[in-house]
């Protein structure tokens, strides 16, 4: 009896961490409400914020978890007259969020990911991806049934610089143009020295790593004008290279990079 209620007791041991949790990370299906979807978004950002791991990139749109930014979407934004146009704006701040919080997942530790996967159906980083995916989608949706929506995004798009008012006003600023311009020159020498002086017979194999396009297939003008054309047929106007292209491009123009190994931190 004894060995019984050891054995017993040793079996709910060993389980409760995983019972709880399991039962305090919620997973979301496509059936589950906004809430959920809202949820994962802010515990993602807190991780995020906790462990610094935020992208640079992109700005944060206020009011918009799901939605990121720059300077070139922005001014688009607030030029769009149409909510055709505003609507596909916004998709691609949607994409901009999304390609943002896939890198900022993979910065974040291992046992912080696998935090946040048990909000997946499978637990793990892929189905979280589609599950971020899915949400933001969501979100997407319940916030543009109205219309108005556009007119609160136009206002939340605006890009914060990185100036301080005070520091213009006394003329701090002009005050470090010497010393960053006198660094940046000597940078621009070193590299010139360094590009002027290169020998390449003195690469060794066992120490450089080279990139290269895995084929060199020339473009003509006339077939990159029609590409860059073709790219921008679209309600905003920007330019949507497809894989295809983005591949033709770099087989085109892409240079040869040689990286030499002087040590292991290279």
């Not at 409400?33 to 992109?58: N, Y």
């Not at 701040?93 to 499978?122: G, I, N």
């Not at 007119?151 to 605006?158: E, G, M, P, S």
């Not at 290169?198 to 060199?216: A, C, G, H, I, Q």
Request: glycine share 4%; hydrophobic share 40%; with cysteine.
């Amino acid at each position: 009896m004894a060995l019984r209620q050891l054995l017993t007791a040793t079996l709910l041991t060993a389980f409760l961490p995983i019972l709880f949790i399991t039962g305090c990370t919620p997973q979301i299906t496509p059936q589950d409400d906004t809430r959920s979807c809202a949820t994962l978004f802010d515990v993602f950002d807190r991780q995020v914020e906790r462990h610094k791991t935020g992208d640079a990139a992109t700005e944060r749109v206020t009011g918009f978890s799901y939605l990121r930014s720059d300077r070139f979407l922005a001014q688009r934004m607030r030029q769009a007259d149409s909510n055709e146009e505003q609507r596909y704006l916004a998709e691609q701040m949607r994409q901009r969020d999304l390609d943002s919080r896939y890198r900022e997942l993979l910065r974040l530790p291992q046992e912080v990911q696998q935090q946040l996967a048990l909000w997946a159906p499978d637990s793990t980083i892929l189905a979280l991806k589609a599950t971020l995916s899915r949400c933001s989608a969501q979100l997407m949706r319940e916030d543009f049934q109205n219309e108005e929506v556009y007119q609160r995004l136009k206002k939340a798009v605006a890009i914060k610089d990185d100036y301080h008012g005070w520091r213009r006003a006394v003329g701090l600023y002009p005050l470090f143009v010497l010393p960053v311009s006198w660094l940046a020159d000597n940078a621009h020498e070193e590299i010139q020295h360094s590009v002027a002086t290169f020998d390449e017979s003195r690469l060794k194999p066992e120490t450089t790593l080279v990139y290269r396009p895995n084929s060199r297939q020339p473009l003509a003008a006339k077939a990159i004008r029609a590409m860059l054309t073709a790219s921008r047929s679209n309600i905003g106007g920007l330019h949507q290279l497809d894989q295809g292209d983005r591949q033709r491009l770099a087989d085109s123009f892409a240079p040869i990079l040689r990286q030499v190994r002087q040590s292991d931190s290279d």
